[in-house]
């Protein structure tokens, strides 16, 4: 039984607390707090050293690890040039943050990348308009980039023995499994994992996102799964994923 089960008072206190709350936040705000307070706690809990940054777009998630107080090292990963400047530019005043021009995938390939009106929507796929109508979400160009396997990653930048203080962050507008997939051997060795998931279509030929819980169920227990877009009717639709490596659950 819970605090708040357990203690009438505090349950009163945050019941009233609630419209005084969303006078000043919206439910986003509220859950985006949850959101981070949560991986703050997760990063600290187990003792993460190494964040690998997979489609850091500006370098937002790199920079939010910051302001909650992570001091560890971050590898970030954006293929898209101008995009990478930023990022590039942003990470010169932190040495523990290293940035990579190239995208991450199941195969070793040169790849046609959809660069989207809003550049966090930029995708492999093509958009999927069913149940999303977005009008940053359409094709503005196409570009050619290289696609590099995690695994061979890793190798090479001297980590497979530190995964098990790693976090792997994925967040690629509907190709995380493939993401996930180019990992290998070395995915069951990652300590925990944050992934982008979207429970309605966004992109055309994306898996739905019971085969992608599926595939992360095999070496991830959920922490959470935080809502981080809402339809006008509230039903949230877009998500992140935190998991923690079931090696690690005790």
């Known amino acids: 039984m ?21 006078h000043f936040l919206r439910i986003e705000d509220v859950g985006g707090l949850l959101k981070y307070m949560t991986i703050k706690a997760a990063l600290q809990t187990n003792d993460i050293e190494i964040i690998l940054d997979v489609g850091a777009n500006a370098g ?45 995938g199941e195969e070793s390939v040169v790849k046609t990348l959809h660069i989207m009106e809003n550049s966090e929507f ?22 050619p980039v290289t696609v590099r396997r995690l695994d061979a990653v890793i190798d090479e930048f001297g980590i497979a023995d530190r995964l098990a203080h790693c976090l792997l962050k994925s967040d690629t507008q509907g ?38 819980l599926t595939f992360l169920d095999t070496d991830f227990l959920l922490v959470n799964l935080f809502p ?8 949230a639709y877009e998500f992140d994923y935190l998991g923690v490596n079931r090696k690690w659950r005790r």
């Open 228 to 235: 981080i877009v809402r339809m006008g009717c509230g039903a």
């Open 175 to 212: 190709h995380d499994l493939p993401v996930l997939q180019g990992c290998g051997r070395y995915l069951p060795q990652i300590r925990m994992v944050n992934v982008e998931i979207s429970s309605v279509a966004m992109y055309k030929d994306v898996p739905p996102m019971i085969d992608l």
């Open 122 to 143: 930029s995708s492999f796929h093509a958009p999927d308009s069913t149940f999303r109508q977005e009008e940053l979400n359409s094709i503005v160009n196409e570009q």
């Open 2 to 22: 819970s605090a708040i089960e357990t203690l009438p008072w505090l349950r009163s206190a945050l019941l009233h607390s609630v419209p005084w709350i969303r």
């Open 60 to 104: 937002q998630f790199a920079q939010s690890m910051r302001q909650i107080g992570y001091h560890g090292r971050i590898i970030s990963f954006e293929p898209i040039p101008e995009l990478f400047d930023k990022i590039q530019s942003a990470a010169a005043r932190d040495p523990l943050w290293t940035v990579h021009k190239f995208a991450l």
